[in-house]
């Protein structure tokens, strides 16, 4: 506490990153990035599968990159490695283990609270994305199953009966990846794919014309629960099914408890902010997912953190 740093980012993701980078390039020193996780980018480490491809235009939505930043198409891994040197090249601050609990705003300063103590910095910036709190169905998951339950592909193996739930592009993947070595059927409540991105639909429509994946279209579920060692899906049209496991891909959800905590205002389930991502508190930011409507462009990101480190730094010129 004797300490108060310049900024403190919440979340070292591509937009935490990029508001690190952006406000060291242009003058300023005393930055720390605070990460819940063991690394940075732990969306794209945990949600994306293995050589996932990565658009800087997601979802062919054309950004032109304002920043010092020059982010291109690749994988997952390149991703990875390009957000690597970004932070050995300058000398920052990331703290990693390090969950934030609330922000509290004080005369000239902000105090982070953290488990087993806190910090003060003089401006924050939230980069919480909203993958970090994966949504989850509105019916229960019985804990006898919860092991056979997954919103990554973490603990799913070979030669099982496993349900993807979901229509987006990380469903269509998870799907496509599972089918070469397991009965694979893909669980979606409308009629098309047309969410996903056209690789990803490509991909889909060639996995189910040569039947290595099932479609369950404009199907809803209602419950699940356990029976002999299974998932028993219960569907709305009264019929059901039993699987070895089951993989939920519907999207994340803005971590609204934690803002309102912070003193962030939301609308529409989005926190409130004026151009330069202010909040309406002065002095603390929001960038990233979590500002998006559907979240996940990465050189949208990149963009907030070049817009609010100008902010910062014009300010105090």
Known sequence: MDHT??????????????TAIESYVLGMRDIILLEKDENHNATIRKFYK?????????KGQKVELDGTIYFMDGTKESTLDFFDQLLDHESLELRTHTEVQK??????????????GSLLAKNVVVTIGRMGKPNKPDYKIPPSIKNQVHFTLDGCGSGEKIMVIGGGDSAIEYAVDLCDRNEVSICYRRGTFRRANPTNQADIERALANGSVRALLNTEITEIESESGKVKVLFSDGTSELFDRLVYAIGGTTPSGFLSGSGIREEEGKPVHDENYQTNISGLFVAGDITQESGGSIALGLNHGFAIANYIMNLSK
């Not at 740093?5 to 990029?18: C, H, K, R």
Request: aromatic share 10%.
């Open 50 to 58: 293995d050589n996932k491809r990565v658009d800087k235009d997601w």
């Open 5 to 18: 740093y310049q900024l403190a980012i919440i979340g070292a993701g591509p937009a935490g990153i990029a």
């Open 103 to 116: 922000i509290v705003k004080r005369e000239n300063d902000f105090e982070v609270f953290i488990a087993g």
